[in-house]
């Protein structure tokens, strides 16, 4: 029985957020922790999924009901990525079914994105399943249209960063994926412990930009202004104005109102303990923070991080996008 198996790198957005949802550039960087994917052909006409760290185990359905009925949470964007792959190219008498396996190296909990790096690895495998060769371009594409399907909003900065990997300067739907040549990342990264709800905070954002249109306007703006000018810091290496915009940056994450108290101290705690910049990364609400510190002052910024009740995750930055195992 043919069995493929792919793995994604989980992300992490660096400068951007919620602007970006507003066409405006992020960057985002991928990390050293993946999630795999298997796929086995079945000689039944069936989807099966196995996804424990979601709380999807033996989950089985026909074919035809694809993408159809109640959907539970955790199977929701595998179903819908095989639905539309499924959409574009029909199984054949040989792919008469399908089980697909996920495991992470990362809790789902942190928001390293692993929903749209399961997305990614089932298009990727489907892809290579059926001999398509599909580009880059076309898994993100693929990929992207089922995270809005099930999402309803993103950029799909989460997504690019599963497929292409690196660190990319991003506008939203792929508009623009521009790889950036750096190094390794001196980035700390602290987990607050609580899960952050993306899709309540895109949308208490936009109900503060229905309110006062011209201020969040200009805090897009802004964010936009910062985001080109660190592009350039990060391609001269200069971490130390890079930490400085990010510091602005989460002045006005502040300000759009998705950052919290557990979220500031771990991030004030970061700032004394030595480092350049902190700042939320991803939604805000939950999740993590990221620091970047020059290498002496990383073990004093960690248990800064920790006395302020934060977990310290070890990444790695600029990780491989999707591929083969
Ligand atoms: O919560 P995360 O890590 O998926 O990040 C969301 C970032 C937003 O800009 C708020 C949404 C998006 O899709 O870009």
Redesign the pocket.
């Known amino acids: 029985m043919k069995k493929i198996i792919v793995s994604a790198p989980g992300?992490?957005?660096l400068l951007?957020?919620?602007?970006?949802?507003y066409n405006k550039p992020?960057l985002v960087t991928a990390v050293d922790q993946r999630l795999r994917l298997t796929i086995e052909v079945l000689n039944i006409q069936e989807f099966q999924l196995d996804a424990p760290d979601v709380d999807t185990v033996n989950y089985k359905k026909q074919i035809v009901g694809i993408g159809k009925g109640n959907i539970p949470k955790g199977a929701k964007f595998v179903e819908f990525a095989i639905k539309n792959f499924l959409d574009r190219t029909p199984l054949t008498p040989f792919i008469r079914g399908i089980k697909i396996t996920t495991k992470s190296e990362f809790s789902s909990r942190f928001?390293?994105?692993s929903?749209?790096a399961s997305v990614v690895c089932v298009i990727k495998a489907m892809s290579e399943l059926f001999n398509l060769n599909l580009s880059p371009k076309e898994i993100f594409d693929l990929s992207y249209k089922t995270?809005l399907d099930v999402?309803g909003?993103?950029?799909?900065?989460?997504v690019a960063a599963a497929v292409y990997g690196g660190t990319n300067y991003f506008i939203?739907g792929g508009k623009t994926i521009e790889p950036l040549t750096i190094n390794q990342l001196p980035l700390i990264v602290g987990y607050s412990g609580v899960k952050?709800?993306?899709v309540t905070?895109?949308s208490e954002?936009k109900e503060k930009a229905n309110k006062y249109p011209k201020i969040i306007e200009g805090i897009y703006s802004s964010i936009e202004e910062l985001v080109e000018f660190a592009k350039v810091k990060l391609l001269a290496n200069d971490l130390r104005s890079f930490g400085e915009l990010m510091n602005i940056n989460q002045g006005y994450l502040n300000a759009l109102g998705?950052s919290n108290n557990k979220l500031a101290d771990m991030i004030y705690a970061s700032r004394i303990a030595g480092a350049y910049g902190a700042k939320l990364?991803?939604?805000?609400g939950g999740?993590?923070i990221i620091a970047i510190a020059p290498e002496e002052k990383r073990i004093s910024v960690e248990k800064a991080i920790q006395q302020a009740g934060g977990e310290v995750i070890k990444v790695k930055t600029n990780a491989k996008g999707v591929k083969i195992e």
């Open positions: 992300k992490l957005m951007g957020e919620h602007a970006v949802v992020c928001g390293f994105g929903s749209s995270v999402q909003a993103g950029s799909g900065f989460d939203k952050a709800d993306t905070l895109m954002v998705v990364s991803g939604a805000g999740d993590c």
